[in-house]
């Protein structure tokens, strides 16, 4: 029998043993020329990858592992190929001649398949799933061009395709085996003991040497508990475990599935609430809680965070950024935001109702550079507006809001300042006759207490004046709708502010029935936490040079919402508004702000009035222990939206308005604070004295149902 290769398998194996002879070749040549010059030939094809930002990736030994790794591969492919072809019968006998073939074909289709897929590129040490699919990938197209090509050119030196697929089964199973053996090698070859040991020496021989184990846990390292073993938890912990320059070190997680607990993930052993009492976690030397589980769950966040702080341990937090645009999709450690200890549920009231109706529209929004102003210019951008006018008589802030939109929308030509006071009527004039705004939202006011209550005239001024004057000019250029923000300090106000903004609530109301084609609202909402003059912000500072934290009095309670639930509760009752509505937001319970100060100590992992003081200054002018409950359901109408009500209030009429900024007027022209505040005291009935107020605070239902933190 003629046992020789056909035609067209003799050319096919010529073509083989010159591939193999040119690539055996040109690696050998790059090897010596990288051994002697430091020129690495390949660099370019087959270094790609491998830029990262940790230096010790970039040594030259990262070179030499690469070789390394195809040196022991092809050790691997030998020894396959002996086992497979070879050694095993399995009932069907191979030739020297069919032997060598087979191997060196498959071997090279393999190895210039895996150099193709840049699998010489990974570095195996930090290795995820997608080296592992990779290098997968790459053998199985290897193995698909491999058996394709053996069916149609070899006829006597062909082998079954049991075998064949056998042949590339074993030596993928023992690459991947031996990239997961010599990853933990390098993650756990510090441990103690002969486990400890046998790794390193795996390592040393994958490594040649050149590589050490990866440093064990720094005694010094903050040991921390993960609560939540998911995917949130499980990604910190690995990162946590990898990293060379991070101070904390997991040892433990918390969690409730019942699936995992007992169990263990990357090591660290999975605990369950009721197990992970404060004696076994002080038996972890746990020193510091991360909460790594879903925001959304506030009750148990809550529950969870009166547990661990009240034990004394730091918290800290693994999501998302909670800053809008800011690294979008990327998670990272953080503090527990002292917004945070509210523990209620974000709300967001936006609709594509609410969005369409601001879409296309050119909106004006004076005091478009303060804390609530310039989130409502954020919130404005996202619905798309024709024009937005940000307005203000603080040229910094205005132009700080534009920037930052300017930045967020490049391609918006349509953010423009204008640096005008809205007590300037003339001023202001300009800008609606320049501009006919169709919606113009008034956030422009003085709203600082103690400051107020020493610059009577200014406030009237700016609050009451500017109101007045933009409500009137809003009317003269056909503006379609006019909304104002508002404070829960009008209700029943104690202090100046608080009374020029009730004025202000009552201009538009009696507006609102003679405005012709302009619809009018206002939206009254609590404390912002974050703004400018915030208690937070202070807290913070305060904590941060060692305290001592200050109080007005450890018995003040208030209502807190964020500025981008304020921005959006504005938006949305005034494009649900038909005319003169003032608008209230459903805000729960009032905190304790002796709470708050306590739990913001505890956050920067100190103890309130042991590490860190707490001090009462006594009540300011103008200010008392509780703002008035907003929502009280009986005195309020419903509205489409459940967080959003209307309060029953009669506006005045146009005379009765006339006579009380007469009076306001004629106040001002006398220079005079203390004339100011007795005409405000006149044309406000509600207004009364804090003085008054806080004495009877004890019997407040507001009082009562202050909610403890």
């Keep these: 029998m003629d046992t020789r290769p056909s035609s067209r398998g003799a050319v096919f194996i010529c073509i083989f043993y010159y591939l193999l002879f040119c690539s055996v070749y040109d690696i050998l040549c790059a090897y010596v020329i990288k051994q002697y010059t430091g020129f690495d030939f390949f660099a370019g094809f087959i270094n790609e990858g491998y830029q990262m930002n940790n230096n010790e990736l970039k040594k030259s030994s990262s070179g030499s592992i690469r070789w390394t790794l195809v040196f022991f591969d092809l050790i691997v492919f030998a020894f396959t190929c002996w086992f497979i072809l070879g050694f095993y019968r399995g009932g069907e006998s191979l030739g020297l001649k069919t032997i060598m073939i087979q191997s060196l074909f498959y071997g090279i289709l393999s190895f210039v398949s895996r150099f193709v897929f840049k699998v010489?590129?990974?570095?195996?040490?930090?290795?995820?799933?997608?080296?592992?699919?990779?290098?997968?990938?790459?053998?199985g197209i290897a193995f698909v061009f491999y058996?394709?090509?053996?069916?149609?050119?070899?006829?006597?030196?062909?082998?079954?395709?049991?075998?064949?697929?056998?042949?590339?089964?074993?030596?993928?199973?023992?690459?991947?085996?031996?990239?997961?053996?010599?990853?933990?090698?390098?993650?756990?070859?510090?441990?103690?003991?002969?486990?400890?040991?046998l790794l390193r020496f795996l390592l040393k021989v994958f490594t040649l040497g050149s590589i050490k184990p990866l440093a064990a846990p720094d005694s010094q390292k903050i040991k921390v508990a993960i609560i939540g073993a998911g995917s949130l938890g499980i990604n910190l912990a690995e990162d946590l475990l990898q990293s060379t320059v991070s101070s904390y070190t997991p040892v433990c997680f918390i969690d409730t599935d019942s699936e995992k607990i007992g169990r263990e993930i990357h090591n660290l052993p999975v605990l369950s609430e009721s197990d992970a009492t404060l004696v076994e976690l002080d038996n972890h030397g746990i020193q510091e809680v991360i909460f790594?589980?879903?925001?959304?769950?506030?009750?148990?966040?809550?529950?969870?965070?009166?547990?661990?702080s009240h034990a004394g341990y730091k918290i800290k937090v693994y999501d998302n950024p909670r800053v809008e645009n800011a690294e979008a999709g990327r998670r990272k450690l953080r503090e527990f935001e002292p917004e945070e200890l509210l523990f209620r549920k974000p709300l967001d009231v936006i609709n594509d109702k609410?969005?369409?109706?601001?879409?296309?529209?050119?909106?004006?929004?004076?005091?478009?550079?303060?804390?609530?102003?310039?989130?409502?210019?954020?919130?404005?951008?996202?619905?798309?507006?024709?024009?937005?006018?940000?307005l203000d008589i603080y040229e910094n802030g205005a132009y700080d809001i534009q920037q930052e939109l300017r930045i967020l929308y490049p391609e918006k030509k349509n953010i423009l300042i204008e640096i005008v006071s809205v007590y300037n009527y003339k001023g202001l004039e300009r800008v609606f006759r320049e501009y006919r705004p169709q919606i113009v939202l008034n956030a422009a006011a003085h709203k600082h207490?103690?400051?107020?209550?020493?610059?009577?005239?200014?406030?009237?001024?700016?609050?009451?004046?500017?109101?007045?004057?933009?409500?009137?000019?809003?009317?003269?250029?056909?503006?379609?709708?006019?909304?104002?923000?508002?404070?829960?300090?009008?209700?029943?106000?104690?202090?100046?502010?608080g009374a020029t903004k009730r004025m202000c609530e009552m201009i538009v109301q009696a507006y609102s029935a003679n405005a012709g084609k302009t619809t009018f609202s206002t939206t009254r909402f609590g404390n912002?936490?974050?703004?400018?003059?915030?208690?937070?912000?202070?807290?913070?500072?305060?904590?941060?040079?060692?305290?001592?934290v200050t109080l007005t009095d450890r018995r003040i309670i208030r209502y807190f919402m964020t500025i981008p639930e304020a921005a959006q509760l504005v938006l949305t009752s005034g494009a649900m508004a038909k005319n003169g509505e003032l608008f209230v937001l459903d805000m729960g319970q009032p905190v304790k702000i002796l709470d708050l100060a306590k739990n913001m100590i505890k956050l920067s992992g100190m103890e309130p009035e042991t590490d860190i003081k707490i001090v009462e200054t006594g009540l300011r002018p103008g200010e008392k222990l509780y703002e008035e409950l907003l929502v009280k359901t009986e005195e309020l109408d419903k509205t489409e939206n459940e967080l959003i009500f209307v309060e029953r209030d009669t506006p005045i009429t146009m005379d009765e308005l006339s006579q009380k900024l007469d009076i306001l007027r004629k106040a001002v022209e006398t220079d005079s604070d203390e004339e100011v505040r007795k005409a405000i005291a006149q044309v406000i009935p509600t207004y009364m004295p804090s003085e008054e107020v806080n004495a009877r605070a004890i019997y407040a239902e507001e009082m009562k149902n202050a909610r403890k933190m």
């Design 120 to 139: 010489y590129s990974q570095v195996w040490r930090y290795g995820g799933i997608q080296s592992y699919i990779k290098l997968l990938v790459s053998d």
């Design 292 to 308: 790594a589980f879903p925001a959304g769950e506030n009750e148990k966040r809550k529950r969870l965070y009166e547990y661990y």
């Design 147 to 197: 058996y394709f090509i053996e069916v149609f050119t070899f006829n006597e030196y062909s082998i079954r395709f049991s075998r064949c697929l056998s042949l590339a089964c074993v030596n993928l199973l023992i690459a991947l085996g031996m990239r997961m053996v010599y990853r933990y090698a390098y993650k756990f070859g510090n441990e103690p003991g002969f486990m400890g040991a």
């Design 528 to 548: 912002v936490l974050g703004s400018a003059g915030s208690v937070i912000p202070l807290f913070k500072k305060q904590i941060a040079i060692g305290g001592p």
């Design 354 to 390: 609410t969005r369409s109706y601001y879409r296309d529209k050119v909106v004006l929004i004076t005091g478009g550079g303060g804390s609530i102003g310039s989130e409502l210019c954020r919130q404005i951008m996202k619905m798309d507006p024709e024009k937005l006018i940000i």
């Design 449 to 497: 207490v103690p400051l107020m209550e020493k610059n009577c005239i200014e406030a009237v001024e700016n609050n009451v004046f500017g109101t007045l004057n933009t409500v009137e000019l809003s009317i003269k250029y056909n503006a379609e709708r006019v909304i104002m923000v508002s404070t829960d300090k009008a209700v029943n106000p104690t202090n100046i502010m």
